[in-house]
């Protein structure tokens, strides 16, 4: 199906304050989104190291210092340095699997947390209508887009990104773990 969002792969929210909704609860809903009752979830995370004690490719030391976290208990947040093209770290979530289409947006966490600038490429996994998989990629710039719409999708399975963005040393990339810190929100018609 791909996705539809006019054209454009990202953009940035105008809402005041910035913090997107969380839960399935019946939000005030981003301005770009075209429905009147949503569902809106906030997406799990989950972050796996793929690769450690390989210094020739830059995933030096053990997996528990390929990211960090940052924050509290109401906020968590973790960041990584951007490895450039080979993936040290890898950072997935499982939206709700509905056959209606779902706008997804991303938070970087707040500035609090640290200074992210990097490139984050999201990979959008899901079977087109004949059944064969696609990975559809959608890329936004936590230097410049503290939040933005990823796209609208249906049937969507698995929501990824890596830190082999083509970025390298010393540039951060950072992600929401709990809380209001940022994150992966699905928002879809009830």
Known sequence: MGFRDG???????LRPGGALPAG????????L???????????????????SYNPSQGCPGSAANQYKTVG?????AAWTY???????VEVSYRPKILNKPCAFWFEAPPRRFGQYAGKITFHFEY????????DERVTIDEGSERAGRLGEHSGVERIWFGDDTGQRYPTKIAWGLKGHAGGLTQVCPA
């Open 24 to 31: 399935d609860v019946q939000p005030a809903l981003p301005p």
């Open 33 to 51: 989104l075209d429905v009147a009752v949503a569902h809106v979830y906030s997406l799990p995370v989950t972050v796996e190291v793929v690769d």
């Open 72 to 76: 509290d208990e109401a906020a968590l």
């Open 7 to 13: 054209g454009a792969r990202s953009r940035s929210l």
């Open 82 to 88: 951007a490895n450039g093209t080979h993936r040290c």
């Open 127 to 134: 079977a087109d209508p004949d059944g064969h998989p696609r």
